[in-house]
């Protein structure tokens, strides 16, 4: 980074506290009393069907995509017999694809499924995500998850280089139709219109199941975004929480409160903000209209370490790419090469 019109470098301090590595940014289920539907095993059978009556779960398909449904904003909650509580959902879906999210505490596991006509398959996982990420359009094989025709015998190798083989068909599990598939290692059951219903691990020695217990539709997410403002000195900041559904994209969220912070402008938009796999990087890119109202190197550094850390924030990171229509940022005052990181700073 450099100051026009100075000939020294200004060397920036590394702020490690800001992103306040205590917290997390990541999305957490919100639980409200407009849920549809909440229940417990002790109360009503974990998978009652949500908008059909129960004789319909009853139904056999021999149709694969009827046991692993690409289902929106709905939360599975699993408990395992061990005493661990974990959810899954959808983050992020079109026509043939969805990201799906198993989050245990604070962490996702991501897996992007792809779907034809006779097969779901894995074409991309990632694990460990403490951020919000659309990996929708990466590219890949990893594994079959499930394939079809449903019938006893049909195998295929999954997403851990596993043979898996559907061992039983139309089982009644708590009311639901449910086929088995069976490694090695584990056996799943997948109900019809439920997906996963019950899984149970290391088969081969201290096994552990892990069984759907409530399922909520039209769930949200409460995604926190923190924003820092400059005044008198010091840096403050605000923790501000929303609402979002499962295929939101967090830039939207992060531009709409920067606006109201008036840290940027209203037509100041953000293109796009990543964490590109090939580095590890986070990059955003903002329109041109980033330049506009600048009026002093004092105000342009404000700016610029507001999001930066906000940024931060979301992504756990202290340095990011920020880039404008995808070239380097070239401000009234302050100029930055393309390779330049921009650093949170006192």
């Known amino acids: 980074?450099?100051?026009?019109?100075?000939?020294?470098?200004?060397?920036?301090?590394?702020?490690?506290?800001?992103?306040?590595?205590?917290?997390?940014?990541?999305?957490?289920?919100?639980?409200?009393?407009?849920?549809?539907?909440?229940?417990?095993?002790?109360?009503?059978?974990?998978?009652?069907?949500?908008?059909?009556?129960?004789?319909?779960?009853?139904?056999?398909?021999?149709?694969?995509?009827?046991?692993?449904?690409?289902?929106?904003?709905?939360?599975?909650?699993?408990?395992?017999?061990?005493?661990?509580?974990?959810?899954?959902?959808?983050?992020?879906?079109?026509?043939?694809?969805?990201?799906?999210?198993?989050?245990?505490?604070?962490?996702?596991?991501?897996?992007?499924?792809?779907?034809?006509?006779?097969?779901?398959?894995?074409?991309?996982?990632?694990?460990?995500?403490?951020?919000?990420?659309?990996?929708?359009?990466?590219?890949?094989?990893?594994?079959?998850?499930?394939?079809?025709?449903?019938?006893?015998?049909?195998?295929?190798?999954?997403?851990?280089?596993?043979?898996?083989?559907?061992?039983?068909?139309?089982?009644?599990?708590?009311?639901?139709?449910?086929?088995e598939v069976t490694t090695d290692t584990s056996v799943q059951y997948y109900g019809y219109q439920r997906g996963l219903i019950k899984q149970i691990k290391n088969i081969n020695s201290n096994p552990i199941t892990d069984t759907l217990e409530r399922l909520r539709i039209n769930q949200t997410t409460n995604f926190n975004i923190m924003i820092y403002l400059f005044d008198d000195g010091k840096w403050s900041q605000e923790l501000i929480s929303n609402d979002i559904s499962m295929n939101s994209d967090a830039k939207d969220f992060l531009q709409l409160e920067l606006v109201r912070a008036r840290i940027i402008s209203e037509s100041v938009q953000i293109n796009s903000m990543t964490r590109k796999l090939s580095d590890d990087r986070v990059y955003v890119d903002f329109n041109n209209e980033i330049y506009n109202g600048i009026e002093s190197l004092q105000q342009e550094r404000i700016m610029l370490q507001s999001i930066v850390r906000s940024v931060g924030y979301l992504y756990g990171v202290n340095e990011i790419y920020l880039w404008v229509e995808g070239e380097a940022y070239q401000g009234p005052f302050i100029e930055m090469t393309k390779n330049e990181l921009l650093q949170i700073t006192q």
Request: charged letters at 30%; one cysteine or more.
């Open 1 to 179: 980074m450099s100051i026009k019109r100075k000939t020294i470098l200004i060397f920036m301090v590394l702020f490690l506290s800001a992103c306040n590595s205590s917290g997390s940014s990541q999305a957490e289920l919100v639980e409200e009393d407009t849920v549809i539907e909440s229940y417990t095993i002790e109360e009503t059978p974990a998978h009652a069907k949500l908008d059909q009556a129960d004789s319909a779960m009853k139904t056999y398909s021999t149709n694969i995509h009827d046991y692993f449904p690409f289902d929106r904003d709905i939360v599975k909650y699993y408990k395992s017999d061990d005493g661990e509580e974990f959810s899954s959902f959808v983050q992020y879906g079109d026509e043939t694809r969805i990201q799906f999210a198993t989050r245990r505490r604070d962490t996702d596991n991501i897996h992007v499924y792809e779907k034809d006509e006779n097969e779901i398959r894995v074409v991309f996982r990632k694990e460990g995500i403490t951020y919000r990420e659309n990996y929708l359009n990466q590219t890949g094989f990893v594994g079959v998850h499930l394939r079809g025709p449903v019938e006893i015998g049909t195998s295929w190798v999954n997403s851990d280089n596993q043979e898996a083989v559907i061992t039983g068909v139309d089982l009644e599990i708590d009311g639901v139709s449910s086929i």
